[in-house]
């Protein structure tokens, strides 16, 4: 168990629908990451949270967005949901995040199915 | 372009015998390098990591990885596999002098027959 938490465990969905996804970092780290998980993509970095402010973005389309709130979770919005966004969402967290190869725990991942 | 490549998508190895999984990255300076392990229906577990020092680092469930920096590769290796080790395996980088987002490979899937 890796101390970050992560829910729901699947989601199922139809196309156009908007989803959010939740993500608790183990206790005292900072920044929170959101990553992506498809056959055809593979495990894509999709964005960095550090302390409630974005640190660092990746291949995250602008239908999706994210935020940290003050008690350090963070959520993860899907929207206007397409069957390509049908994928594993892996959330994240380490100490500080500071491009300093901080290591990153990862959460269980939430199943997303787009019908 | 700045890439990590797992060479093998698939690989199968008879219990007990010895494993070596290949990482190549591409990048300027040496990156920061991982082996995440993910077994199924699980998320990412890691077994071991390269900052400096060292090329030849200690994992967890008996893994170990070292560093070349002259092939710009970080393969993990295990004396004797176990039907447990069984997994998706996981190579990652974080570039130096940048943000800490992790860069993966496509992974290579480990069979273990009895």
Known sequence: DSGVTQTPKHLITATGQRVTLRCSPRSGDLSVYWYQQSLDQGLQFLIQYYNGEERAKGNILERFSAQQFPDLHSELNLSSLELGDSALYFCASSLDGAGNGDTQYFGPGTRLTVL | ?114
């Open chain 2, 1 to 114: 372009a700045q890439s990590v490549t797992q060479p093998d998508i698939h690989i199968t190895v008879s219990e007990g015998a010895s494993l070596e999984l290949r990482c190549n990255y591409s990048y300027g300076a040496t990156p920061y390098l991982f082996w995440y392990v993910q077994s199924p229906g699980q998320g990412l577990q890691l077994l071991l990591k390269y900052f400096s020092g060292d090329t030849l680092v200690q994992g967890i469930k008996g893994f170990e990885a070292e560093f070349k920096r002259s092939q710009s590769s970080f393969n993990l290796r295990k004396p004797s596999v176990h039907w447990s080790d069984a997994a998706e395996y996981f190579c990652a980088v974080v570039p130096s002098g940048g943000y800490n987002k992790l860069i993966f490979g496509a992974g290579t899937r480990l069979a273990v027959h009895p």
